[in-house]
């Protein structure tokens, strides 16, 4: 015989509670003892339920309740992971050799294999604190002793989404969620994140071509060490592969009349922090094997925004020989993200100050980093400054001026499908979005993309997005690659699987070679596309060109419209979304 209030129902409703506190518990990557804590509090709690409140009325088990939701609710607050850095090889013992650069000696760690060496956390550049904030990245205080660089430094001052947030969207979007004990941490952040990181064929080497790449974010986040990008599958290819942590939104890119003044530069903060990058390269990456005259330079989204702003800036000429562009560039005569005219940079600086209440830089540089984090949201563009950029991208390739010799670049066949999850449009809202956007040429768009149902106006809309924001820039750099004869290769990428398929940064994994082992989320034909896309990319870091033995026949762009299809079979192909890019020429001002 059950007491009052303690009958089956009542370990149902227990069983429930326990099951919502541990996935929070989980989401939220607390520490094993949220676990045990939380355990013995839903066992106090049923204790006191069945033994001490037997008998009593509803309102003593709602009191008996909401103390027990409270202190599950301390203990998630309370036992959150530790921040943590991220080890450039887990579990790793081995030790490389000592490697002297110019401002002291380091060592790296060796992967288990012993395929390749990963030396993480170098510093590139000073701390850009205190009065250094908004200033051009300066040179590095030598170190004494020899630095162990077996640490990814902390990722560049940004907001931060909850670890429940960033959980959901591991398993929402990215379907590759793991439940485990070993990501129970939070990642670090710091404005003092100046640091690249080197993947190098382990080993004595000479002469290897190098490949500097710049990640995305739209430059208010990301970081350097995530594994679809890591270096580690091109070094097994005989690359050595650099990234660096970069200054993002306000601390990257506000503009200031002020420091125009004073520095002949400003809102590029973040350009003059990777080209610091590009310099440290020149002067550092032979200790490591690296050819300086052999370095390509590649990014992904706002990276590649960055890859095509630093191929016509006068600064980062002699910095690299060939650029890599995945999913954005600013070439468009008026690039629709990750740039903006000075007039307006400056108006929005000036908008920042006003919102925390500076007169002046030297005001806005004693406001706490975590609160001017907020800002990054209005300070994430790259502006025409007169000394990193003197005229927009577009102009330059107009005239000539650009960085590069050679070309590789392309997007995704569903660019749009994280940015429309909430937005897409329906039958309904079909017209007036195209109309609010294109105004006078809407009735051209709409006549290229009729819909009549609202599956056809969800994927009109977002191959119009697409176009729009991802890869009508592309189109344009092609032109601009071949009207000034470099050998300009473009490809298509639209390779389904388990994980993010062909959407926004989904080739990543596959050009980069970082497919994880074992995992059910990629099948036979995912892998061997993405040896054949990381061994284009390491052809092309090589010598300019991505074909070799084996491979399908990469052709040139030929301006845009010839592509190279890469899915479960690699070949040529058209580009998809040609049909508009007529329209958008007139409705930005392409002039041939």
């Not at 190098?200 to 990640?215: D, S």
């Not at 119009?464 to 000034?484: D, E, K, M, N, P």
């Not at 074909?547 to 580009?575: I, K, Y």
Request: proline share 5%.
């Amino acid at each position: 015989m059950t007491r009052k209030g303690t009958g089956v129902g009542f370990y149902i409703f227990l069983a429930l509670v326990a099951i919502i506190s541990f996935a929070v518990l989980e989401l939220n990557k607390n520490m094993v003892l949220g676990w045990v804590l939380a355990a013995a509090a839903l066992a106090v709690y049923a204790w006191v339920r069945v033994s001490v409140l037997a008998g009593r009325g509803f309102g003593w088990r709602l009191l008996a309740f909401a103390g027990a939701a409270a202190v599950l609710a301390a203990i998630v607050v309370l036992t959150v992971g530790p921040v943590r850095r991220h080890a450039a090889v887990e579990g790793s013992t081995a030790v490389t050799d000592i490697v002297t650069v110019s401002d002291g000696q380091l060592t790296g760690v060796v992967t288990p294999d012993g395929a390749v060496e990963v030396y993480a956390g170098i510093p590139y550049a000073a701390p850009p604190v205190g009065d250094l904030r908004w200033r051009p990245p300066q040179d590095v205080t030598p170190w004494q002793g020899v630095l162990a660089a077996d640490h990814f430094a902390p990722m560049a001052m940004q907001p931060q989404n909850s670890a429940i947030y960033s959980s959901l969207a591991q398993i929402i979007g990215y379907h590759d969620y793991q439940i485990t004990t070993k990501d129970n941490f939070r990642d670090p952040v710091d404005e003092d994140a100046l640091y690249l990181n080197i993947w190098k064929p382990a080993g004595q080497q000479e002469k290897l071509p190098v490949l500097v790449y710049i990640h995305g974010g739209s430059l208010q986040t990301g970081q350097p060490w995530y594994s679809d990008y890591s270096g580690s599958g091109l070094a097994r290819k005989g690359v050595i592969v650099v990234n660096m942590g970069y200054r993002l939104g306000v601390f990257g890119f506000l503009a200031s009349e002020e420091a125009l003044a004073q520095d002949g530069t400003t809102g590029n903060y973040g350009l003059l922090d990777q080209i610091k990058a590009l310099q440290w390269v020149q002067e550092n990456i032979a200790a490591f094997g690296g050819d300086p005259d052999n370095v390509t330079l590649a990014g992904e989204s706002a990276g590649s925004a960055c890859v095509t702003a630093l191929c016509t800036s006068p600064m980062a000429k002699g910095l690299f020989r060939r650029a890599i562009g995945e999913s954005s560039t600013v070439t468009a005569p008026m690039p629709t993200h990750s740039y903006r005219p000075l007039d307006q940079a400056i108006d929005t600086g000036r908008a920042t100050l006003a919102r925390f209440g500076a007169a002046n830089l030297d005001e806005l540089r004693k406001v706490d980093a975590k609160t001017l984090v907020a800002a990054a949201d209005t300070n994430h563009h790259i502006t025409i400054d007169g000394a990193v950029l003197t005229e927009s991208p577009y102009a330059s390739y107009a005239k000539g001026i650009h960085n590069e010799e050679a070309i590789l670049h392309g997007f995704n066949a569903q660019e749009s499908a994280p940015f429309l999850l909430f937005g897409n449009a329906k039958l309904s809202d079909y017209e007036s979005k195209v109309l609010a956007y294109f105004g006078d040429n809407a009735d051209e768009v709409l006549a290229l993309y009729p819909a009549a149902t609202n599956e056809e106006a969800r994927q009109n809309w977002a191959d119009i997005y697409s176009a729009v924001f991802f890869t009508y820039g592309h189109h344009c750099w092609s032109r601009q690659g071949t009207a000034l004869d470099m050998p300009v290769y473009q490809y298509y990428f639209t390779r389904t699987n388990g994980r993010l398929g062909p959407w926004h940064s989904g080739e990543e994994v596959y050009c980069y070679g970082n497919i994880p082992q074992g995992s059910r989320l990629y099948d036979d034909d995912d892998r061997r596309l993405a040896d054949v896309f990381s061994s284009y990319f390491a052809n092309f870091a090589a010598t300019g060109d991505p074909n070799g033995p084996g491979l399908p026949r990469w052709e040139q762009s030929g301006g845009g419209a010839h592509v190279m299809v890469l899915d479960g079979t690699q070949a040529m192909g058209d580009d998809p979304f040609t049909p508009i890019y007529d329209t958008l020429d007139r409705y930005y001002g392409w002039e041939k």
